[in-house]
T-cell receptor, first 108, second 112 residues
Framework: EDQVTQSPEALRLQEGESSSLNCSYTVSGLRGLFWYRQDPGKGPEFLFTLYSAGEEKEKERLKATLTKKESFLHITAPKPEDSATYLCAGTNTDKLIFGTGTRLQVFP | DGGITQSPKYLFRKEGQNVTLSCEQNLNHDAMYWYRQDPGQGLRLIYYSQIVNDFQKGDIAEGYSVSREKKESFPLTVTSAQKNPTAFYLC???????????FGPGTRLLVL
């Protein structure tokens, strides 16, 4: 069965303390791996799409990487405004398979 | 401004009542999707449509119905057969030939 697992469930960081969020997947014939940011009570905001192992994408303090088994979202020197839930999803058809998310809190 | 709109932001349902959630997009996307989000669970697919006048059931379609009469619109009806409708409902769309889905702001459905 195709599956996406995110870890940790929750992460508390001090402002400036870099870390990584993990997304492990077992999606046969992966056609894309997606990262979204979701603020409380809002819809997910698209961050990145990765298509093949070895691919990397960056946006401000965020960098997403992809291997054949997992993806990482690296957060460099986070700020309190980076606090949100980060969702990972994979696809091999027209449907997305979501993980349960990592809730990130960044304290000043 | 191009985007996806959902209305209402909050919706209250009484016992035995059907309610309809609106989703409109002006991105000229072909495919549209409805997801349900519950605390501690990943987003789950309810229904999706790849073209006008055609739609398919997702993983949790029981108790829901949809229509796709226009490319821009994909309303979701939560019927009285859905016994646990309290959730955050999200609409998404994507262009054919692309993989990335974009989401609307969501509707929170509560039961009175």
């Amino acid at each position: 069965e195709d599956q996406v697992t995110q870890s940790p469930e929750a992460l508390r960081l001090q402002e400036g303390e870099s870390s990584s969020l993990n997304c492990s997947y077992t999606v046969s014939g992966l056609r894309g791996l997606f990262w979204y940011r979701q603020d409380p009570g809002k819809g997910p905001e698209f961050l990145f799409t990765l298509y093949s192992a070895g691919e990397e994408k960056e946006k401000e303090r965020l960098k997403a990487t992809l291997t054949k088994k997992e993806s990482f979202l690296h957060i460099t020197a986070p700020k309190p405004e980076d606090s949100a839930t980060y969702l990972c999803a994979g696809t091999n058809t027209d449907k997305l398979i979501f993980g349960t998310g990592t809730r990130l809190q960044v304290f000043p | 401004d191009g985007g996806i709109t959902q209305s209402p932001k909050y919706l209250f349902r009484k016992e035995g009542q059907n309610v309809t959630l609106s989703c409109e997009q002006n991105l000229n996307h072909d495919a549209m999707y409805w997801y349900r989000q519950d605390p501690g669970q990943g987003l789950r697919l309810i229904y999706y449509s790849q073209i006008v006048n055609d739609f398919q059931k997702g993983d949790i379609a029981e108790g829901y119905s949809v229509s796709r009469e226009k490319k821009e619109s994909f309303p979701l009806t939560v019927t009285s057969a859905q016994k646990n409708p309290t959730a955050f409902y999200l609409c998404a769309s994507k262009s054919s030939g692309q993989e990335t889905q974009y989401f609307g702001p969501g509707t929170r459905l509560l039961v009175l």
